[in-house]
């Protein structure tokens, strides 16, 4: 008996070795076809066990002496992009290149040209759907969904995304900032202390301007109950946040800060098991998830009933309103459209959901990170505080205007602080495709395949670095290197708002400058912000991602939003917010290292 079944096992894993390397040697072949240069490496990066076992795996191998390790051994780290930067392209004039391994392709790419193609060309390049269902824990969104899928939910999501919601993000900006920096420096604003809860007040600050801007909820900030004038603080909802809505457990306020710091038991685990697991912020998590769904669903309602009332402009004024009445209901409370038209309750939530969760930490990051650079360059700082100065000659927040004074801003050194660090520390550090047939790129003038079902990586963090691209300047200093090996010859490593900035009409980056082409600044409409461009009626803003008064990166070059049709529907809601609470803070105080 155990000889035959030691047999039969023995013959198994020797068919699953032999099937290995069979579909290992068919993805070297796709690669060899390609044209592009490729290097072979043992582990797919993103399998799921090997995204458990990675780091403490490549550890090992730093441990080596650099003769001893193998090639690909810097290049099957999940984080290898971050850890390399552009020096993964050394010696690579295309910026692409594959790795192969048995569970499949992989395209890395920081190339421009390429990078254009693939997000103009969204049904040859869709997303690789199975890797964002994770996200459809109250419904289907735009996010996780692809095809006619992806129409529907564009074409219905993209209105709320109007010039009229972000006046209130602006106004709410203002607001919230101004509550973080008296809970800095005190209702009087004269304390000068060091301040090490930056970034969680950053995190705190955006959740209350999207809850405000997306779902009409004004939430309070601790010990701050009233105005600078001493008015005293109202809810901007009957939902109030801080008191415990009948038929719940939490506060919205709890709910939501407690869902969105325990996101990740809720995406990654089964609910199942999530709601049966005896670990306190398991538990934690699966209670948030309920009482901030049950919130929604009321709010949902709520809106409903304010359409039918006749009250649809004012409830339009936040995104959740204007989410539902883009859903397709009348004002009998009933669909005016048809079902292929409109979204169900669940997508609706699904849709609020993604909508906070993408823009709450990644608006705070940047927030963060903009004034975590100011503090180590006091240089940039003091250009960006003349120019502030020069902007709102001595107005007060209160009389700041969204239509006189953030063209300004976008366009000036605010936006160029924005724009850089951006540009350093993109949101996504990578940003997927997955062609599900093989597509041709055209790079440099030579065309390659990309081989079906490659998931493909476009770089953001690399091609943001790609000196082809880019302005720069001899590094500030060379002896102590920003990266041991990314751009050692250059400042693309360093912090520099200014290379954004046009005080040289001729301004251009490399490739730029070979096709003969100019960036001189030009004049700056008060409503350039507004401007966009309806593509295939899904409301696909093609705007620039900056002010025509600064350097423009080549497309494809600067994907911080993405590009094309999948773009960050809420890019001008993130830059709003920022721009605002950058000028709110640095108008008035100066930022250096504790």
């Excluded at 890395?108 to 997000?119: D, L």
């Excluded at 309920?290 to 339009?316: C, R, T």
């Excluded at 669940?346 to 909508?355: K, L, Q, R």
């Excluded at 070979?514 to 803003?541: H, I, Q, W």
Aim: glycine fraction near 8%; charge should be neutral.
């Amino acid at each position: 008996m155990y000889p035959v079944v030691l047999l039969a096992g023995g013959a198994l894993c020797a068919y699953w070795a032999l099937n290995l390397l069979w579909q290992w040697k068919k993805n070297i072949d796709a690669a060899k076809a390609s044209g592009l240069p490729y290097i072979v490496v043992p582990v797919f990066v993103f399998g799921r066990l090997w995204l458990v076992l990675n780091q403490p795996v490549v550890r090992l191998f730093k441990m080596l002496p650099e003769k001893y390790r193998p090639l690909w051994s810097s290049r099957i780290s999940s984080m290898h992009s971050w850890d390399n930067l552009f020096s993964n392209y050394d010696g690579n004039d295309a910026a692409t290149y594959l790795t192969v391994s048995p569970g499949g392709c992989m395209l890395w790419c920081a190339n421009a040209e390429a990078i254009s193609q693939m997000t103009t060309r969204r049904i040859d390049f869709p997303k690789p759907g199975h890797m964002y269902h994770a996200l459809n824990i109250y419904g289907r969104n735009l996010v996780s969904v692809e095809g006619h899928l992806w129409r529907r939910h564009r074409k219905i999501t993209s209105p709320p995304f109007t010039e009229k919601n972000n006046h209130l993000v602006w106004s709410e900006s203002l607001a919230q900032g101004s509550y973080m920096i008296r809970s800095w420096t005190g209702n009087d604003g004269n304390e000068n202390r060091t301040i090490d809860s930056v970034a969680h007040d950053c995190m705190r600050l955006t959740l209350h301007v999207i809850s405000r801007a997306g779902f009409g909820v004004r939430l309070l900030w601790p010990g701050i109950q009233t105005t600078a004038g001493g008015e005293k603080l109202a809810e901007a909802s009957e939902m109030d946040s801080t008191k415990l809505g009948a038929g719940h457990s939490m506060t919205y306020t709890q709910a939501l800060e407690n869902l969105l710091h325990n996101v990740t038991f809720v995406v990654a685990l089964p609910h199942w098991l999530l709601k049966r697991l005896p670990f306190k912020n398991a538990q934690l998590a699966w209670q948030s998830y309920v009482e901030w769904g049950k919130y929604m669903k009321e709010m949902v309602q709520e809106k409903k009933i304010e359409l039918a009332s006749g009250l649809s402009d004012e409830g339009g004024m936040d995104l959740m309103g204007a989410l539902v009445k883009s859903a397709g209901y009348g004002a009998d409370n009933s669909l005016e459209k048809g079902e292929a038209e409109t979204l169900s309750d669940d997508e609706i939530m699904g849709n609020a959901f993604v909508f906070i969760l993408a823009g709450h930490e990644t608006t705070a990051n940047t927030i963060h990170f903009c004034l975590t650079y100011l503090a180590m360059c006091t240089a940039s700082q003091r250009r960006l505080q003349a120019d502030l100065d020069n902007i709102f000659q001595g107005r007060k927040p209160e009389e700041w205007d969204y239509e006189q004074d953030l063209p300004h801003l976008f366009g000036g050194m605010t936006g160029a602080v924005m724009n850089e660090a951006l540009r350093l520390i993109p949101p996504a550090i990578h940003i997927p495709k997955m062609p599900t047939a093989p597509q041709t790129l055209t790079i440099d003038g030579r065309e390659y395949t990309v081989p079906a079902k490659t998931l493909v990586n476009l770089s953001a963090v690399c091609v943001h670095r790609n000196p082809r691209y880019w302005p720069a300047g001899p590094p500030t200093h060379p002896t102590r290197r920003v990266h041991p090996t990314s751009n050692t010859d250059n400042d693309l490593e360093e912090f520099r708002p200014e290379r954004w900035l046009l005080d040289d009409p001729a301004k251009t980056s490399p490739t730029q400058q070979a096709k003969g082409t100019s960036l001189a600044p030009n004049s700056l409409a008060p409503n350039a912000l507004a401007r966009s461009t309806e593509t295939e009626g899904l409301g696909v803003n093609t705007a620039a991602d900056m002010a025509a008064s600064l350097f423009k990166p080549e497309k494809g070059s600067y994907i911080p939003f993405s590009e094309g049709f999948r773009s960050c529907i809420g890019r001008r809601f993130a830059q709003v917010e920022i721009l605002a609470v950058l000028a709110l803070i640095m108008s008035q105080w100066s930022v250096e290292l504790a």
